[in-house]
């Protein structure tokens, strides 16, 4: 990639996100200011070496103003007839930018490159070897890692999603499925999940993802709001059959269409459908629903067949507390998380593997995570209401 490229990488994934790249660039600069003190020292730790110039001591904090905030570095200090502060230290933050491109390779690719260790050895005055950048980018894949196979517990409601990226595979370019679910806790605070990558949308890769929830903890389910992708109405009824699900009312305008005969009716036939879901209960709905399957029974015999049968499944909504009904009618509340995946993606197009999709992913739903589990209350949450 091109310097060019590089810096528009990074200006697109810090935009929103220094609290992941500033974590990549302490965990990176500690390493490198660690293998410096052992180019010093002339001993690895714990080495037993003749030649050993003096003995490391440990570390010291450092906290240090950057472009991406307040950041804590863990200084390396040493004992001994020996002097030593990490140029790494000293030249990282100096030259900040040379560092955070870097960091961008290693982010998107997550592979050690020739160009990569030049920049550290360039920065830092030392020699930084393949398997010691690759060792540095890890840390933060270990990170990202324990962060999606975290304990979740108890969750109310959950809204499912997939999109769509490129990803290199054996020379080919093919799509691969990135799924990701919102979930609503308790005191109706908003997380983000989990996310993985697939080959499809799938019944077994769905299935998968969602076994991956219940299995860190995942309980206490309500409802489950989604668009109508086979594979994944399958895994439902498959992993959580007695949850209920609604069918997201947005999506199923956007089939409706597809019945409809004339372009002169849509619009006619979107307020009809808008009249049914924003009936005030269940009973009103299913007689709204009623009238404009009998009047579309003759204009558009195709139209009133799927009304009827398609129609009902975004009825579950009308069963939960009125407060919550119109964020849990449609899968909208994923629209931040997409518009936030594909503005960042697109800078990339196509990801050299699938791991490099699930790593920039990953760093982008942490930071939304966060801001929603420590930010305002999303949902009103009702204690009798939820059988407690």
């Known amino acids: 990639?091109?310097?060019?490229?590089?810096?528009?990488?990074?200006?697109?994934?810090?935009?929103?996100?220094?609290?992941?790249?500033?974590?990549?660039?302490?965990?990176?600069?500690?390493?490198?200011?660690?293998?410096?003190?052992?180019?010093?020292?002339?001993?690895?730790?714990?080495?037993?070496?003749?030649?050993?110039?003096?003995?490391?001591?440990?570390?010291?904090?450092?906290?240090?103003?950057?472009t991406l905030g307040n950041l804590k570095f863990s200084v390396p200090q040493v004992r001994g007839d020996i002097e030593f502060y990490p140029t790494a230290l000293e030249k990282g933050i100096r030259s900040e930018k040379a560092m955070k491109i870097a960091m961008a390779e290693m982010y998107i690719n997550g592979v050690s490159t020739r160009k990569v260790t030049s920049i550290f050895e360039a920065m830092c005055g030392v020699e930084v070897s393949s398997s010691e950048v690759s060792r540095a980018a890890k840390m933060l894949d270990e990170e990202f890692f324990a962060w999606r196979n975290r304990a979740i517990g108890e969750i109310k409601h959950i809204v499912l999603d997939a999109r769509y990226e490129k990803v290199r595979e054996s020379g080919a370019i093919v799509d691969r499925a990135l799924f990701s679910a919102i979930?609503?806790?308790?005191?109706?605070?908003?997380?983000?999940?989990?996310?993985?990558?697939?080959?499809?949308?799938?019944?077994?890769?769905?299935?998968?993802?969602?076994?991956?929830?219940?299995?860190?903890?995942?309980?206490?389910?309500?409802?489950?709001?989604?668009?109508?992708?086979?594979?994944?109405?399958?895994?439902?009824?498959?992993?959580?059959?007695?949850?209920?699900?609604?069918?997201?009312?947005?999506?199923?305008?956007?089939?409706?269409?597809?019945?409809?005969?004339?372009?002169?009716?849509?619009?006619?036939?979107?307020?009809?459908?808008?009249?049914?879901?924003?009936?005030?209960?269940i009973c009103e709905a299913n007689r709204y629903l009623k009238q404009i399957v009998e009047k579309y029974s003759m204009s558009a015999p195709k139209l009133s067949v799927w009304m009827e049968t398609n129609i009902p499944e975004g009825f579950t909504v009308f069963t939960l507390p009125k407060e919550r009904q119109k964020k849990l009618r449609t899968s909208n509340s994923m629209e931040r998380l997409n518009r936030e995946l594909h503005r960042r993606t697109r800078v990339v197009s196509i990801f050299p593997n699938d791991s490099a999709l699930e790593r920039l992913a990953t760093g982008i739903l942490i930071e939304i995570s966060e801001e929603w589990e420590s930010g305002k209350c999303y949902m009103k949450m009702d204690a009798e209401v939820d059988g407690k």
């Open 183 to 281: 979930g609503v806790t308790a005191t109706g605070h908003r997380m983000v999940l989990g996310v993985s990558v697939s080959s499809s949308e799938a019944e077994v890769h769905w299935r998968k993802f969602l076994e991956s929830l219940l299995a860190r903890g995942m309980h206490g389910l309500l409802s489950v709001t989604s668009d109508a992708h086979s594979g994944l109405k399958s895994a439902l009824r498959q992993v959580l059959p007695s949850v209920p699900w609604q069918r997201c009312q947005f999506h199923l305008q956007q089939n409706a269409q597809a019945y409809v005969p004339k372009v002169s009716m849509r619009s006619e036939v979107a307020s009809d459908i808008r009249m049914v879901f924003n009936a005030p209960d």
């Open 1 to 66: 990639m091109s310097e060019q490229l590089y810096e528009s990488i990074l200006e697109t994934l810090t935009q929103t996100d220094k609290g992941t790249f500033g974590r990549l660039l302490v965990k990176i600069i500690n390493e490198v200011s660690k293998i410096e003190r052992a180019n010093a020292l002339g001993a690895e730790p714990y080495e037993r070496n003749e030649s050993r110039r003096g003995y490391a001591n440990g570390f010291k904090d450092k906290t240090m103003r950057t």
